[in-house]
């Protein structure tokens, strides 16, 4: 896979990482910062399924549990511990199943601060492996932010870079309430570059990972990737695409929605999750909203069918929107 | 737990090669799909019952072609156990159309509802709600069929296990919850994450009979089947049945091991399942040498012929991608 640069105008020492690591010494260090911070999952004492959190019950001893399999426990677990101060960071091993814990993720973390009056912060992170991995099928495929964008009260992040991952990560345990950390799995061997010393990156915070002054393509976690090199192979033509990289969808940063579509005049929305009522639909209906008079196109979306995720790989292949779907979308435009 | 295996309770000497034959017939299979997988044939994450076969095939023994099981991820051994064909199974496991499921499904969903195979799940206990709604299905239609549900010791900590198991319990439905305990739930072990050292003690709280049999024992595990199956069909209700074996193989292909204990899998090997009843059957006379080769070889010719049977098939049109999302009165809306 490809390394991705530091964000322009950041000049420090650095360091290449990949995406899995960035998710481990965001944890390491917190934890080192952080007394209160502990982790708690399936076989995350070993290493975790997605190695992300190797050495850290050795070097964290008692902080970092392995749990039997237990969603509802370990959401339910993180927000009974949060109420008291404690920092949980719950792994859920598969995006899939937040199906088997979504009473504690959306019924109890979601709510608790509102409905008891803003009486307590909920200071818990649960981090979510999610996406399409070769051939996991319908079971261990979905990527599903926008069930959680729907249910209020929860911080919805998704970063494409290690340094996105390691800096957002790090905000999101030092702040003050419930975010589900989306982590790609295709992601976890990129490389990239993070600064040697400590920083963070802000949760709703956009980022354009490539500038550029004819489609703006919209898109976070894996698919900016996919932008990326849509947006070299448009190049060639003469086509400058702007890739914005979302980063969060809640907050989601219309700001910088708005700025970029309103200097480049067409927007695609890309995103691997099924079309219907998704994350992509929420953002395509934002900038028709708001931004309608600057644009010279209607906006286009790129989506999986609101099919399962199949097995067989041509089936996998073809179900979710590839570089070439967002070539020729973006043509479709000018 | 590893006395000799015991007699031959009334099985004649072509139902225990049978068994035999099933064994063999499992583990070659296994043994195939991991060399498949190494060559990139066998796509994706996929979890080897070797080790475990006794269970799978005591338990299916004691079934009759109408009743019913619900599998897990590790579910290839009981789709064969209940019938299913190598060749159709091998076939999915390759991603092709004329496996099981099109190719759409995969090792962890493979399924074959013609021989009552209600389904591999890849979510851990997603399975046992599925037998008690298929028990439900059996009571209310007033037949005497059962259906089994298997699942590893490590779904019994899920909520479905409670759920369905009480729910069960309830309706006095006819639903065999089988548990396969073998010690891991992927990289961890049982014991660090149950207080109780038996599943089958957990019976008691739904006020149903929990039992633990030697789950590397074929026909300790046919007996006990047998046993609660006729409780079942005599409308007696659910029953644990937990076997105790071990995970030879990772949890997935691939998986490195490092987290075991060293020594563990050499022990175990010495009670491999097959190896034990092989020697049973000789001590009887049951099984000679030639008969033993020649069980082998005609295990391994279905084995290969299955491998060249998914080579030979195609991968399902892309437009395969799109149905079978709903019925043919409901449409997928493409934008
Ligand atoms: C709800 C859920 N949580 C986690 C997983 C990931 N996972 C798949 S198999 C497995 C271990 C299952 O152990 P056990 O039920 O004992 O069966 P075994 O693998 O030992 O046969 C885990 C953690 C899953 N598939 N579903």
Known sequence: ?334 | MTQPIQDSLGLTGDQLLELYRQLLTIRAFEERVKYESSLGNVLGPTHLYIGEEAIAVGVCAALRPDDYITSTHRGHGHALAKGCRPDRMMAELFGRETGYCRGKGGSQHIADFSAGMLGANGIVAGGIPIATGAGLAIQLKQSDQVVISFFGESASNRGPFHEGINLAAVWRLPVLFVCEFNHFGQYTYARQVMRVENVADRAAAYGIPGLVVDGNDVLAVYQAAREAIARLRAGDGPMLLECKTYRLEGHNIGDELYYRTPGEAEAWRLKDPIDRYSAWLKDREVLSEALEAVTQARVQAEIDSAVAFAQASPFPPVEAALQDVFSADYAVRLS
């Not at chain 1, 190049?235 to 890739?243: P, Q, T």
């Not at chain 1, 909203?289 to 099919?307: G, T, W």
Request: proline residues 7%.
């Open chain 1, 1 to 334: 896979m490809m390394a991705t640069p530091m964000p322009a105008g950041v000049q420090m020492e650095t360091r290449r990482i990949t995406f899995r690591d960035a998710v481990r010494e965001a944890l390491q260090e917190e934890m080192q910062r952080d007394p209160t911070i502990f982790v708690i999952g399936e076989c995350v004492e070993l290493r975790s399924a997605w190695r992300t959190t190797r050495d850290l019950s050795v070097l964290f001893p008692g902080r970092v549990r392995d749990t039997p399999i237990s969603e509802s426990a370990i959401v339910g677990a993180a927000v009974g511990a949060a109420m008291l101060g404690m920092r949980p960071v719950a792994e859920i091993m598969v995006g899939d199943f937040v199906t088997t814990c979504m009473d504690e993720l959306v019924n109890q973390a979601g709510k608790a601060r509102y409905m008891f009056g803003g009486q307590i912060d909920l200071p818990l992170v649960v981090r979510i492996p999610t996406g399409l991995a070769k051939n996991a099928a319908a079971q261990h495929s979905q990527t599903l932010e926008s069930w959680f964008m729907h249910a209020p009260g929860l911080l919805v992040a998704a970063p494409s870079t290690p340094y996105d991952c390691k800096g957002m990560l790090k905000a999101a345990l030092r702040g003050r309430d419930p975010v589900l950390f989306f982590e790609y799995k295709m992601l976890y061997a990129l490389q990239g570059d993070v600064p040697a010393d400590d920083y963070t990156v802000p949760l709703g915070v956009a980022d354009v990972k490539r500038a550029g002054r004819d489609v703006t393509v919209l898109c976070w976690g894996s698919v900016v990737h996919k932008a990326l090199a849509a947006a070299v192979a448009l190049e060639a033509d003469g086509v400058s695409v702007e890739v914005l990289d979302l980063r969060s969808l809640v907050p989601l940063d219309t700001p910088a929605i708005q700025r970029s579509v309103e200097r480049t005049h067409r927007a695609v929305v890309v995103e691997e999750a099924c079309r219907p009522a998704s994350a992509g639909a929420d953002i395509a209906a934002w900038i028709a909203e708001h931004v309608f008079y600057s644009l010279d196109a209607p906006i286009k979306r790129l989506a999986a069918p609101p099919v399962p995720k199949p097995f067989s790989t041509p089936l996998e292949q073809a179900v979710v929107p590839q570089t070439d779907d967002i070539v020729r979308a973006v043509r479709e435009l000018l």
